[in-house]
């Protein structure tokens, strides 16, 4: 299985400053198709997850623009540019590129 | 609107079974694969397994956790989805969740919560 590990587990940071996750994976997610089924996921307290960011870099409907991921291969990273407090919950990364699917641990970002 | 909806939780005790309902409206259901994912309570996601779309092949595909277990249905007239969870184990406690999609889900229920206890 691809193991994701994501870093840090825990992240505070000052409102409107930015916000920076790592997502490392065990095996490159290059699917045979040549897509890289990288997916980020948030979740708020309370809440189903909702995508944020699919194949690596591309922003779901509705998603705000202050939210960017970037990486290739094995390597990817969330970017929130100026976090608000409707920002707070936890995050994951997940791979859709090898079954089983797999989420990374989550992490909780929270206002400092 | 897409909405996604699951229903059929509660408590069962071990060993026993327990179907899982996902109803889907705001669009062509039988287009897209039916995903399944859970969540212990205060712990993370997993991936249970997903339907392809029949235009896929319309096949099952499932984590090791579960295969054998359980097993993942559609009713593309009713846009439903079902989660059948036989044998149940403790360690089965979780909010299962249907999504749209396969791959990373683009839209999620709200999920229905599954206690196995005696």
């Known amino acids: 299985d691809v193991v994701m590990t994501q870093s840090p587990l825990s992240l505070p940071v000052t409102l409107g400053q930015p916000a920076s996750i790592s997502c490392s994976c065990s095996?490159?997610?290059?699917?045979?198709?040549?897509?890289?089924?990288l997916n980020w996921f948030q979740q708020r307290p309370g809440q189903s997850p909702r995508r944020l960011i699919h194949?690596?870099?591309n922003r779901d409907s509705g998603v705000p623009d202050r939210f960017s991921g970037s990486g290739s291969g094995t390597d990817f990273t969330l970017i929130i540019s100026r976090v608000e407090a409707e920002d707070v919950g936890v995050y994951y990364c997940?791979?859709?590129?090898?079954?089983?699917?797999?989420f990374g641990q989550g992490t909780r970002l929270e206002i400092k | 609107e897409v909405q996604l909806v699951e229903s059929g939780g509660g408590l069962v005790q071990p060993g026993r079974s327990l179907r899982l309902s996902c109803t889907a409206s705001g669009f062509t259901f039988g287009d897209y694969t039916l995903s399944w994912f859970r969540q212990p309570p205060g712990k993370d996601l997993e991936w249970v397994g997903f339907?392809?779309?029949?235009?896929?092949?319309?096949?099952?595909e499932y984590a090791a956790s579960v295969k054998g277990r359980f097993t993942i249905s559609r009713d593309d007239s009713t846009s439903l989805g079902y989660l059948q969870m036989d044998s149940l184990k403790i360690e089965d406690t979780a909010v299962y969740y249907c999504?749209?999609?396969?791959?990373?889900?683009?839209?999620w229920g709200q999920g229905t919560l599954v206690t196995v206890s005696s």
């Open positions: 194949k690596v870099s």
């Open positions: 999504g749209r999609g396969a791959g990373g889900s683009d839209y």
């Open positions: 095996q490159s997610l290059v699917h045979s198709d040549g897509n890289t089924y």
């Open positions: 997940m791979q859709g590129t090898h079954r089983p699917f797999t």
């Open positions: 339907i392809r779309a029949k235009g896929y092949g319309g096949t099952p």
